[in-house]
């Protein structure tokens, strides 16, 4: 049976405390709760009519439900995306980037220029990449394997060590006429460096990954074969289009003050503050907490998370998605716009309604149902309910160093 009858006892606190995960008295005080509760049962009432099922049904039935509907748009992304083959396409991202351009398209970026980059890997060299080539300098590498392919290696083929001491070291120096404007690029590598990423680490490296401060977006050349992979490959490069810009205003926000590299830094870290929050304060939570520890406490008070506010973005890029693939009615993608925060206990297993979490447990086969990003969507949506969205961003900008907005 559903969870209705077990809920229907609750208040608006006590089934948002239960749908996040957290302790009654970590929502005490906050206003907007009663508003967001009543949206979210009206939105979950509205998508189980939808799909035909009701209160009743089992979390399995809902998941599958709307698994299905994700399935249908990766199907019909892979043809509008002209059926993408990345081992083929490192030298012209082609149609992916083509459509994600149009779908969403970031301003210029404020990043370290390239020569720069090129002087500081000259004073600490990436020996373990240039020894795998066979490359005698820093200058012979960039030029043969050019830049975002090389800056998108040191990822997966040097130590962590070395990264620490290049992250700590080289940027220490770095002065505002080291930066410049340019596009944001986007780089499908080349199929050798799977070869290089399983040689260094011994397993696949994350398939869409980013360097804010390059400005470059790099998706690895593994094979197109899972169902449901298209659409998390191409959700992960709309995610990545609005969170690079959003660091990169940060970047030119912060030039000119005289502990911009500090800033620079934590910023490249994505700096969480421990220790509890200061009274009335809201902390800012920049990294994805829940890899390293599901149960860190921060995650289950109080917070906002600029990271979902960029899925947020990605959310409402749907409707222009629908646009290119010229079947808006059919797969009415602006559906999943308002369900990024949306989640219900049916039994006792709770179901994520967002669009990320759902594309993410499918192409792990159901194996993990992911709960993550519809739990921080609806951290969001609560703070927001209270300051409005516009808002809400602007002070997580003027706080992001602090680590804490104070209402």
Do not use: C
């Amino acid at each position: 049976m559903g969870n209705r009858p077990k809920l229907e006892g609750m208040n608006s606190y006590q089934k948002l405390a239960r749908i996040l995960g957290a302790k009654l008295e970590a929502l005490a005080g906050l206003g907007g709760i009663d508003a967001v509760a009543r949206e979210n049962d009206e939105t979950v009432d509205r998508v189980l009519k939808d799909l035909g099922l009701t209160r009743q049904s089992v979390a399995e039935e809902v998941y599958d439900a709307l698994a299905q509907r994700l399935l249908a748009i990766d199907r019909r992304l892979f043809d509008v995306l002209g059926k993408p083959d990345l081992a083929k396409m490192s030298d012209d991202p082609g149609q992916l980037a083509e459509v994600a351009f149009k779908v969403f398209t970031p301003p210029k970026g404020f990043f370290i220029k390239k020569e720069k980059v090129a002087e500081l890997l000259a004073k600490q060299p990436p020996q373990s990449l240039m020894n795998h080539f066979g490359y005698v300098s820093v200058a012979e590498l960039l030029e043969k394997e050019e830049f975002a392919s090389t800056v998108a290696a040191l990822r997966f083929t040097q130590t962590n060590e070395w990264m620490h001491q290049f992250f700590g070291t080289a940027y220490n120096g770095l002065k505002p006429e080291d930066f410049e404007e340019r596009e944001v690029e986007i780089k499908i590598l080349d199929v050798k460096w799977l070869d290089i990423a399983q040689k260094f680490i011994g397993k696949k490296f994350h398939n869409v990954s980013h360097l804010k401060e390059f400005g470059v977006i790099f998706i690895s050349p593994e094979s197109i074969n899972v169902p449901g992979e298209t659409l998390r490959t191409f959700l992960l490069l709309l995610h990545y289009l609005h969170e690079v810009p959003f660091y990169s205003d940060l970047f030119k926000k912060f030039l000119h003050d005289a502990d911009f590299v500090a800033k620079f830094q934590s910023l490249l870290r994505g700096d969480v503050q421990d220790g509890p929050a200061p009274a009335g304060a809201w902390r800012i939570i920049q990294r994805y907490l829940a890899k390293d520890d599901p149960m860190d406490p921060r995650l289950h008070e109080p917070h906002v998370d600029p990271e979902a506010e960029h899925w947020y973005l990605v959310a409402h890029n749907f409707g222009k998605v629908a646009e290119l693939m010229g079947d808006t009615d059919k797969f009415n993608l602006g559906y999943w716009t308002s369900l990024d925060h949306v989640g219900d206990f049916f039994g006792d297993k709770l179901v994520s309604f967002d669009v990320v979490d759902l594309i993410m447990s499918l192409v792990k086969h159901g194996e993990v149902k992911y709960l993550y990003h519809q739990q921080e969507a609806l951290w969001n949506r609560i703070f927001s309910e209270q300051v409005g969205r516009e808002r809400m961003n602007v002070l997580i900008g003027e706080n992001i160093i602090s680590g804490f907005v104070k209402l």
